[in-house]
Every structure is written in structure tokens, then in C-alpha cells.
């Protein structure tokens, strides 16, 4: 899950896509690669929890919760420090967590990345072989500019996109009803449209979801599927698991080249 | 001449990705310009430069000193007539492919980060504003070297009232603590809404 920009919403939509395609009957891990500021342990409920290690295996053991098995920078140090690193030690920690994490068995592992397109991204793309990008944005143009500089780069590092979420799509006042487009609209559909990719969601904004980030209780754990806060992320996780299908059916079918 | 005479520099900085620190930057120096400073706003911020689309200054580009080939950053539009001068310098003025990803690691960063402090025609300023992204690496950093010797350095945080803004922010500070930098204070952003 990616964007250039920073703020728009990757974090909370990498932990409740996580959540939803487990409850769709998956076995999810998530890997935080915010190497800066890890979101996903406070997403999780998971602050002040740090990762042990598998002795047997000299690696890391993958922390719980929520059904899901989560690996990131913040339960390898402790809380409130920061890590000021140049590129090569920052990309040396990355690769760490993806190479020496103890997964057990997984259908899917949801990497939510940082903003930007330097030494992070490209040692994940180097060290990972990525089924799908789900490119997040908001619809403001400040933030569709970094977007589309994001997807140029995944379109240079032969990442497939498997689409778009539009995020904070519209607000909804809960005392008067009124809809207000914050972020203004139409961007992520131009997007879409450019790249050729399918818009995967649309999530409105609302405070409830904000405060399950500040909480560690995100809405596809503490509300139904069909609720109108968690639906958007169940819809998600089913258009990615089609997008997923469908590429992998396109990959099928191309020739086979034999060598005699 | 770099930033040799430039009095104040204030660095906004933010741990978290998102919560307005260009547009405050972009805000904060057009005020001070319009009261009559003059006023440098530099975006360090390589990936993600927003300050050209803030400013309304997209596909303006820059010039360099034909005898001293340094930069000279672009001029911004103010409104008052007894405003300040007011210039920029981004990457995003100096590339013409705006929809191309700058893929660039490290030290390919710090070098022309170098390059928009030391090697660009700052002239005289009151204030430079720099803009940086999210995170505590290589453009931070590269930012903390190029002022260690500058006295009048200081840093403005940003944050939203969102706790997984502000637990970065406090990761910031302890940042900015090591680094030795004065923290002039921290500016809630976004912090209400009226609904229209």
C-alpha cells in the first residue's frame, strides 16, 4: 500500500485492508516499512510491544493481534526515539525486517510503505517480489502530484499496479447531514484514467475512523462488514483479491516457451 | 554568496507526512513577506516538492549568474506594495517532467540539497523558510550540517491533533534535542473544522 505523499491515509487503510482480507478467510500478515515513524503498532494497539526473538532460527518473531501476525521498526526500539539515519543504514534495517521476519505461513503480506520515492521503496522493490501496488491518495492536487510520481516510479521498478483508493473522498457532518468535499474531487479518477489502473474505493472521512488510528481499534475489527464505516475496506479487500485473480489468470495464459 | 547574508533561518519540520507543513511554510513566508521581510522559502523536500503548486509558480523555472553560475531562485508574486522580496527555490522548478518520479537514494539528495544552500544567490534576507518531508533522514540531516554554524537557526513543528501525529512529533523533538536546534514552538494544524 503506497503513495508519494505523506498524510493521506496509508497506514489506516494497509491495517483495515489487513483486517478485512483476514476476515474474508486469509492468512494476513502486515509489514510496516515506515522506518520514521511506524504507525502501525499505535494502529494495532500494539505500543510498547517489541518483537522477540526465534533463537532457533536467529530471526525475528512476528508480533499478534487482531488475527494478524505484524512486523515494523517500532518493535525493535523504543517508544518516543527516533531514527535519524542516512539511506544505507536506513535500507540495511528495512532489509532486515523483510529478510529475518518469522512468518508462518501467509496468503497475503500487506507492506505499508512510507511517503516518497527514495532508498525505502527502492529496497523494498529490490528485496521483494510484489504482486500489486494499491496506490492511496486524496483528491487534492497537491496530493495527486506526488501521486503520479509514485506510480511513475512503481511503472519503472515493474511493480504492478493493481489500482487506486481515493481517500477522505467526502466528509459528512454528523450534526446537520452536510457533505463537504474537503479535498476537492475528480483528481483520483483523472489518475486512474491516465495510468489505466481501476479505481479500487472511494473512503470517506470521519472522525470515527481517526480516532480508531488513535485508539488501535480500526473499524473492520470493531464494527460489522456492512457497516458504513467498515464496508469501504471490505470492498477493497475484495476488489484487491479480484485484481489479484485476475492477473494472476492473465499471467496463465500467455504462451509457454518451451526450449528443445 | 549561499546564505552568508541571510539573518534568521527557521527550518519547519514535521515527523509525520501530511499535516501541512509546506502550506505553513508557503503561508508563513509569504506573511512575513508581505510585513515587509525579505523572505527565501527553499523546499528540500526532493520525491515530493509541494511548494511550487502552493505558490502557483508550476513551470516557472530558474536562472543561474551568467559570471558566477550560481542559482538564482525565482521570484514569488506579493500583493502589498510595501511587501518584502520574496523568492524560491525547489526542485520542482527545475525539472520539466513534473509528472516524473525522482528515484534518488541518499547522497545523490544531500548533494543538491548542498547545492540549494551553498551554490545559489540567496542575497540578502531577513528569513529563509525551509520545507522539508516527512521523517528524520538524509534531507534532515543534510539540513542539520549546512546550519551547524548558522546562530540564528530554529526550528517550527507541525502537527495535527491526531495522536499518530503527535507520537512523531515527539520523536521530532527528541531529534531536534540531539541535533541541539532551538524549537521556536509546535503549530497544531487542522485543528477544527466549521462546517460550511
Known sequence: ?260 | MGIEKVKHVVTILSGKGGVGKSTIACQLGLCLAEMGHNVGLLDVDICGPSMPIILGMQGQGIMRDKDTNMMLPAAVKTVNKGAGRCVALSIALIVEDQTAAIVWRGPRKTALIKQFFNDTDWGELDFLIVDTPPGTSDEHITVLDVLKDVKQSGIVLITTPQQVSVDDVRKELTFVKKAGWKCLGVVENMSGFVCG
Open chain 1, 1 to 260: 500500500v503506497t503513495s508519494c505523499k505523506g498524510g493521506v491515509g496509508k497506514s489506516t487503510t494497509s491495517i483495515n485492508l489487513a483486517i478485512a482480507l483476514q476476515r474474508l478467510k486469509n492468512q494476513v500478515g502486515i509489514l510496516d516499512m515506515d522506518m520514521y515513524g511506524p504507525s502501525i503498532p499505535r494502529l494495532m494497539n500494539l505500543v510498547g510491544h517489541r518483537a522477540q526473538a526465534d533463537q532457533a532460527n536467529k530471526k525475528i518473531l512476528p508480533v499478534r493481534n487482531y488475527g494478524l501476525q505484524a512486523m515494523s521498526m517500532g518493535f525493535c526500539m523504543e517508544e518516543g526515539k527516533s531514527a535519524i539515519f542516512r539511506g544505507p543504514i536506513l535500507s540495511a534495517g528495512a532489509t532486515q525486517l523483510i529478510q529475518e521476519t518469522s512468518w508462518e505461513e501467509l496468503d497475503i503480506l500487506v507492506i505499508d510503505m512510507p511517503p516518497g520515492t527514495g532508498d525505502l521503496p527502492l529496497t523494498v522493490a529490490q528485496r521483494v517480489s510484489l504482486d500489486g501496488a494499491v496506490v492511496v491518495s486524496t483528491p487534492q492536487q497537491v496530493a495527486i502530484a506526488d501521486t503520479v510520481k509514485g506510480m511513475d516510479m512503481l511503472r519503472t521498478l515493474n511493480v504492478p499496479i493493481l489500482g487506486m483508493v481515493e481517500n477522505m473522498s467526502h466528509w459528512i457532518c454528523s450534526k446537520c447531514g452536510n457533505e463537504e468535499k474537503l479535498f476537492g474531487e475528480g483528481g483520483v479518477d483523472t489518475t486512474c484514467k491516465d495510468f489505466n489502473v481501476p479505481l479500487l474505493g472511494r473512503i470517506p472521512f470521519h472522525p470515527d475512523v481517526l480516532m480508531s488510528s488513535d485508539d488501535g481499534t480500526p473499524v473492520t475489527i470493531t464494527r460489522d462488514p456492512d457497516d458504513p464505516l467498515a464496508k469501504p475496506y471490505f470492498d477493497l479487500a475484495q476488489a484487491v483479491l479480484d485484481e489479484l485473480s485476475r492477473k494472476k489468470q492473465e499471467e496463465n495464459l500467455g504462451p509457454r516457451i518451451t526450449m528443445d
